[in-house]
């Protein structure tokens, strides 16, 4: 990838102090997970901020287990199963083992680092290895090739992409309600169509004591049309003999997902078939009566089905079998309501032939089938546009972030701002300083894991002095393991605290400059003063 020449290729592991884990309490000890310490895992990664996890845990888990305290704002990634996630939490979190903490050097702004992974977690997901589940090694991890920008173009490009995928993803909220408001509209259109308030103004005349018009007749489904069962009386229902190519066979899966017009079937009958079954004339509406209940789908075809579908062959000078259908599918829940209570829900025929439906004259029928079937048109064609621009709403996301790490969204910046990103605020400063600071800190003793003293308050341990405080009470320069006991922190550090330590450090030393780092020693050690700026003050 060519990259802007103000900026430096390098990787992540040149840019991260550390890199920390996670574990697991045992799952054995039900009291562990009955405390109130936030412990992630990977289906807590279902957006970039997290404000709680699902699971939480005690101190005790945490101090018996190998899981880590990670404090707030800190970039946690997947290694594990949902490779290529990339998550910050407003509030400290224990991890598990398929969790990885990555604390950037100073010099890395963290919501860059970020929006960064994000651009290129397709190729973290392709860099997973492993037969049941992948997995990505932390070698491969730290090898990844990292753009760095000067420190201040990282800060605009965090705050760009911040403004821009805040509204993509406001188009893409909006774009998804957009199926269930369509959903909301067919029902309130079948249910004026089949109640007459449809055709309201083009009928006249009023409603009668019952809430449907006047002149409209109840009827029975049979006395317009023809009830029957469907046949496949043959058992076994797999016996080879009865499938051939000649008689299409409809199952109760396909009409429920035909989207209300059959006209291909999966299965075929032979003769064979045929003779064990019914063969029902194009037209027939197909009504299923087990497992899904009242799905319904008109014959484009001459088709058999199973006992499972009943079908309604209608009397043509009688009804029009699309206004039938809307009668079953606005009724779907009150049939459901007479299925028995058992693994199999079903229903009878005797139910359907019960049924006494309003029926309009033909003429009306066929107004409101036209009605009908233009406002679900319409209604059909907003769904298309609204998935294909969601669609495009999906790709644009990665399209951003391709062009932010590639210098594109930031072009006329840099051309308008040169100053500050050349001489000690270039790309080429920044990498030498954060060399310095990964040094420094791998220098410092190996730190112990994280555990949590028991509390009976909120606080989890007492506050500690700022590295300039303590520079100031010891009035003389310390080394970097005095510093760290001048600050106040125990000879067992764990890694939440020399995390602490090394950004107070690294604010000091590079952000706010009250404190300048001298050179080494014969023995290798940092040592640490008060600034010119800071003694005068």
């Known amino acids: 990838m060519v990259l802007p020449t103000s900026w430096r290729k390098t990787t992540l592991g040149e840019v991260l102090l550390s890199v920390v884990g996670g574990g697991t309490p045992s799952k054995s000890n039900a009291e562990y997970f009955k405390g109130n310490i936030p412990w992630m895992s990977v289906k ?6 997290i404000n709680d996890t699902i699971d939480h845990i005690s101190e005790d888990a945490v101090n018996d287990s190998s899981t880590n305290i990670i404090p707030a704002g800190t970039p946690i990634i997947a290694t594990r199963i949902s ?21 950037p050097a100073s010099g890395v702004n963290c919501d860059y680092l970020v929006g960064w992974y994000r651009s290129i977690s397709r190729l973290v997901e392709g860099l997973g290895t492993g037969t049941t589940v992948k997995g990505i090694r932390l070698e491969v991890l730290n090898s990844l090739e990292f753009p760095l920008p000067p420190l201040v173009e990282q800060k605009i490009i965090a705050e760009k992409l911040a403004t821009l995928l805040t509204q993509v993803e406001t188009i893409k909220d909006r774009l998804e309600r957009i199926p269930h408001m369509l959903k909301r509209f067919r029902e309130s259109v079948l249910s004026a169509a089949v109640s007459g308030k449809l055709t309201e103004a083009w009928r006249g005349g009023e409603y009668s004591q019952k809430g449907y018009p006047e002149n409209w007749t109840e009827l029975g489904l049979n006395d317009v049309g023809e009830l029957a069962r469907g046949k496949s009386k043959h058992r076994p229902r797999n016996d080879p003999r009865l499938f051939g190519d000649n008689y299409p066979f409809i199952q109760t899966g ?15 009958y032979s ?3 045929l003779s064990q079954s019914k063969l029902f004339p194009k037209g ?3 009504i299923t009566i087990a497992a899904n209940i009242a799905d319904t789908s008109i014959l484009g075809i001459d088709a058999c089905f199973p006992d499972s579908i009943v079908g309604f062959t209608p009397k043509l000078e009688m009804c029009n079998v699309l206004f039938v259908k809307y009668l079953i599918d606005v009724n779907k829940s009150n ?11 079903n229903i009878n025929l005797k139910i359907l032939n019960a049924m006494k439906i309003p029926f309009p004259s033909l003429d ?17 064609a907003i769904l298309q546009k609204s998935s294909s621009a969601l669609l495009r709403v999906n790709k644009l996301t990665q399209s951003i972030l391709a062009k932010a790490f590639r210098g594109e969204l930031t072009s006329d910046w840099r051309i308008a701002n040169s100053k500050l990103i050349s001489g000690v605020n270039s790309a080429d ?6 060399k310095i600071e990964c040094e420094v800190f791998k220098s410092q003793p190996k730190p112990k894991r994280t555990t949590v003293k028991k509390t009976k308050g909120s606080g989890m341990s007492k506050k500690n002095l700022t590295v300039v405080d303590a520079l100031k009470q010891a009035g003389k320069p310390l080394s970097g393991q005095q510093l760290l006991s001048a600050t106040g922190y125990p000879s067992d550090v764990n890694t939440e605290q020399l995390e602490r330590f090394f950004l107070d450090i690294r604010d000091a030393l590079v952000l706010k400059k009250s404190i300048v780092k001298l050179d080494r020693d014969e023995n290798g050690q940092d040592w640490f003063t008060l600034s010119v700026t800071t003694l005068n003050d």
């Open 83 to 103: 490779l290529g996630k990339i998550v910050k939490a407003n509030f400290d979190s224990a991890i598990n083992q398929d969790l990885k903490a990555l604390f």
């Open 284 to 286: 027939t509406l197909c």
């Open 429 to 434: 400063a920044l990498l030498k300083k954060i």
């Open 271 to 273: 003769e064979f078939g």
């Open 44 to 49: 807590d990664m279902r957006s970039i901020i």
């Open 254 to 268: 396909e009409v429920a997902n035909s989207n209300g017009y059959i006209s291909k079937a999966g299965n075929y």
């Open 364 to 380: 009306e029928q066929n107004e409101i089938v036209r009605r009908v079937e233009e406002l679900l048109s319409f209604s059909d």
């Open 335 to 345: 049939l459901e309501n007479f299925a028995p209570a058992t693994a199999q829900k």
